[in-house]
């Protein structure tokens, strides 16, 4: 188990597999900062003392160059976080790093790199499998597919919350294999 102190991660999607995983990030040592427009998720992330932002933007301004996870279960959603004033994409630094840990369908998965390019950002697809009890012992599978580069630059973060992690390729193979 290595430490995360002194790395900053941002953290959007806080259900039932997405709240363990950003614990076990913060038990790490991780500087976690996250926002919800849930309220109630709001309080939660607070008992884990979890720095909130009011907005994605917010959240993408922190980080600065580094790495934001998503878990989000609907593309619906990862537009919503993503896009307008208050947007992922209005704040995003220059090589900040989107980790996409939910179920989008490979052909937005595409869209959303290619906007996340456009705004200077990176882009992994990196769909998490299994249960709450899996996220809270660090057992979920990954499936990634983006740039090698950018999947070794996430690989040590991904090995805190996961056992079994593939590479598999460009942007579209992670979801395609998380489909099969």
Known sequence: MASLTGVSVGFLG???????????????????????RSPA????????????CNTPAEVAAHIGSGIIFMMLSQDTLINAFMEG??????????????????????EM??????????????WLEAPALGSEQAAAEGRLTIH?????????????LLQ?????????????????????
Do not use: C, H, W
């Open 14 to 36: 806080l259900g039932d597999v997405g709240r363990p995983v950003l614990r076990r990030l913060k038990a790490r040592g991780a500087e976690v900062y996250a926002t919800s």
């Open 41 to 52: 998720l709001r309080y939660k992330m607070a008992r884990d003392a979890v720095n909130i």
């Open 85 to 106: 004033d208050d947007g992922l994409l209005a704040s995003l630094s220059p090589g900040a790093l989107i980790i996409d840990l939910g179920p989008t369908s490979p």
């Open 109 to 122: 998965a595409r869209k959303f790199s290619q906007l996340v390019r456009k705004g200077g950002g990176r």
């Open 144 to 156: 990634a597919g983006g740039e090698r580069e950018d999947f070794d630059r996430a690989l040590p």
């Open 160 to 180: 805190e919350i996961a056992r079994d992690i593939d590479y598999l390729g460009k942007i579209g193979a992670g979801q395609s294999e998380k489909a099969g």
